[in-house]
């Protein structure tokens, strides 16, 4: 018979501890069939985990048709796999300070910005994965669980959302090295 302090609801949230403890591994990270299927010269350059305090956010690779900073110049895909459930506004609020930080001071841009960004970042729940495809000087679109979930038409915002994670001046040098495969760890 099992110890009554593992039954029920504790045996239950004990699994669930150790599953969020443990996260998804990055090789789990895919690219959407649909985007793999129009860019069928995208390779995998690099991945890695993000993790604040010690808990694990998700983790993220980047495909594209070149390695390192050339990744960047031309149409390359960034997807998140992440750990745990983060709401559509949430995603928005932190884009939005991840841009401001990284010098965009214009309020009211941010504020168009934010419904744009909105309207193309669902909620997530742990397991999800959002994809993004960048097409510098044209805009991005994006994908959730596969599915088509937005685009940007603004290729100055486009520019500024991925800069969050492939800008020199990124809040995670060390993810962002091993995003564009300059890293142990990145591929």
Not at 98 to 111: F, H, K, N, P, Q
Not at 122 to 133: H, I, K, N, W
């Amino acid at each position: 018979m099992a110890s009554p302090r593992w039954s029920g609801g504790v045996c239950r949230a004990g699994i669930l501890a150790l599953c969020l403890a443990v996260g998804f591994p990055a090789f789990a990270v895919v690219l959407p069939p649909s985007v793999a299927a129009q860019h069928p010269e995208f390779d995998r350059v690099g991945g890695g985990e993000m993790r604040w305090l010690g808990f694990k956010l998700y983790d993220a690779a980047l495909w594209a048709s070149a390695r390192g900073e050339a990744a960047m110049g031309d149409a390359h895909v960034l997807s998140i796999r992440y750990a745990r459930a983060i709401s559509s506004e949430r995603l928005v609020s932190v884009s939005l300070d991840e841009i401001r930080r990284l010098g965009v001071s214009d309020e009211a841009r941010l504020a168009r910005w934010g419904e744009a960004l909105a309207a193309a970042l669902p909620s997530v729940e742990a397991g999800d994965t959002l994809a993004a495809l960048h097409r510098p000087g044209e805009g991005a679109r994006f994908w959730h669980q596969g599915e088509p979930s937005g685009e940007i038409l603004d290729p100055e915002l486009a520019r500024a959302f991925f800069a969050i994670w492939l800008d020199p001046r990124t809040r995670e040098p060390e993810l962002r090295a091993q995003l564009l495969g300059l890293a142990d760890g990145g591929r």
